[in-house]
């Protein structure tokens, strides 16, 4: 895949290859993301824990999103004294993407914890995976959960959303 040349600094100039994937299931699917490209989607879910709005949980919530064309969207999660309104890093780095013309997505991943201090893996709520199956091929979307650039499993949206209602129901 060629990558635009220019210096937006969200622009990923990694090339995915072939290479077999960690999977909390096994090790059992051949896949398209590179460690370095996981590794740098992790990176920049780190470094968008620091932007999390989350003054009544205190947990905080970092996402970097890939798309095909091998840019990223971060996004962290936005909080509100209603409660109800709040909104997940994961939906608010989909919405970001979506608003910027970008609709096909590789990987997402997923980085959080209380205070910022990522203690354990952080899967996606419901809701969020729900609007990852709108815009994702569950087989081939691949969900990053992780405690650290090296520390990580990668699911497909197949493995956390499976028997789902989507797009191809209606
Ligand atoms: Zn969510």
């Known amino acids: 895949m060629e990558n635009e040349n220019n210096s937006d600094k969200n622009e990923l100039s990694l090339k995915n290859s072939d290479m077999l994937i960690k999977n909390a299931g096994g090790e059992k699917r051949i896949r398209l993301l590179k460690e370095n ?8 879910a780190i470094q968008c824990l620091k932007y999390s709005y ?29 409660y109800t309104p709040a909104s997940c890093a994961e939906r608010n780095a989909f919405f ?20 910022g201090i990522i203690r354990n893996y952080c899967p996606p709520c419901g809701v969020c995976r729900q609007v990852m199956l709108e815009f994702c091929d569950p087989d081939n979307f691949y969900i990053i959960l992780a405690r650290s650039e090296t520390d990580y499993w990668i699911y497909t949206l197949s493995d956390l959303m499976p028997a789902a209602f989507g797009p191809d129901f209606l």
């Open 54 to 82: 989350s003054p009544y949980s205190g947990f905080q919530v970092g996402a970097a999103l890939l798309t095909k064309d091998m840019r990223i969207y971060t996004g962290c999660n936005v909080e509100n004294a209603s």
């Open 96 to 115: 970001k993407a979506i608003s910027d013309g970008k609709k096909e997505f590789q990987a997402i991943a997923i980085v959080g914890g209380k205070n």
């Open 37 to 44: 490209v996981c590794r740098k989607l992790i990176s920049e």
